[in-house]
Nanobody, 119 residues
Framework: QVQLVESGGGLVQAGGSLRLSCAAS????????MAWFRQALGKEREFVANILWSCGTTYYGDFVKGRFFISRDNAKNTVYLQMNSLKHEDTAVYYC????????????WGQGTQVTVSS
């Protein structure tokens, strides 16, 4: 059974940094794409970034503009999202998700972790 468990959220001042973690378990993820999404209160879910587990290729949402960085640690089966220069509008619940590389649908989701940026 696949499990994705996020951690690292919290309250931070504008301009600060946070690193989110997503611990993945239940299978080998070498054929998977791992992603971070976010959803602010009253808004639609938004793509943040993803990474191909096998080769480390990354993609980012347009709003990221060099502030966020996604990475993975193969030994720990963990995906990270380093968030820098945080803005109030980055406040949201951040979700980790996984899909097979060949699939267009994210099949597995974590429970989410709240990030609150005070202005």
């Amino acid at each position: 059974q696949v499990q994705l468990v996020e951690s690292g959220g919290g309250l931070v001042q504008a301009g600060g940094s946070l690193r989110l973690s997503c611990a993945a378990s239940g299978r080998t993820f070498s054929s998977y794409t791992m992603a971070w999404f976010r959803q602010a209160l009253g808004k639609e879910r938004e793509f943040v970034a993803n990474i191909l587990w096998s080769c480390g290729t990354t993609y980012y949402g347009d709003f990221v503009k060099g502030r966020f960085f996604i990475s993975r640690d193969n030994a720990k089966n963990t995906v990270y999202l380093q968030m820098n220069s945080l803005k109030h509008e980055d406040t949201a619940v951040y979700y980790c998700a996984a899909r097979l590389y060949s699939s267009g649908v994210y099949t597995y989701w974590g429970q989410g972790t709240q990030v609150t940026v005070s202005s």
